[in-house]
Nanobody, 123 residues
Framework: QVQLVESGGGLVQPGGSLRLSCAAS????????MGWFRQAPGKEREFVAR????????VYADSVKGRFTISRDNAKATNYLQMDSLKPEDTAVYYC????????????????WGQGAQVTVSS
């Protein structure tokens, strides 16, 4: 059974930082591209970032480019999202996701999902 478990969410002031972690089990981690999506109240789930199986290539949404960094540690079967210079509009539930499709883009191409981690940016 595949499990993706997020941790590291919380409340932070604007301009602050958080690091989300996603621990994977039940799959061969290095065979899966990993990604992060987020969903704010009343909005659709949107793409944030993704990383290839080896970690050599990353893609970001324009809204987070230059502020967020996705990375992975295949030995630990863990994926990370470092979030810096956070803004109130980054407030959302953040979901970790995995896919065997190397260049997955649309929502339906991501096979496994975590339960989500709440990130709230507020003063």
């Amino acid at each position: 059974q595949v499990q993706l478990v997020e941790s590291g969410g919380g409340l932070v002031q604007p301009g602050g930082s958080l690091r989300l972690s996603c621990a994977a089990s039940g799959l061969t981690f290095s065979n899966y591209a990993m990604g992060w999506f987020r969903q704010a109240p009343g909005k659709e789930r949107e793409f944030v970032a993704r990383i290839t199986r080896s970690g050599s290539f990353t893609v970001y949404a324009d809204s987070v480019k230059g502020r967020f960094t996705i990375s992975r540690d295949n030995a630990k079967a863990t994926n990370y999202l470092q979030m810096d210079s956070l803004k109130p509009e980054d407030t959302a539930v953040y979901y970790c996701t995995a896919t065997p499709i190397p260049a997955a883009s649309i929502l339906s191409e991501w096979h496994y999902w975590g339960q989500g981690a709440q990130v709230t940016v507020s003063s």
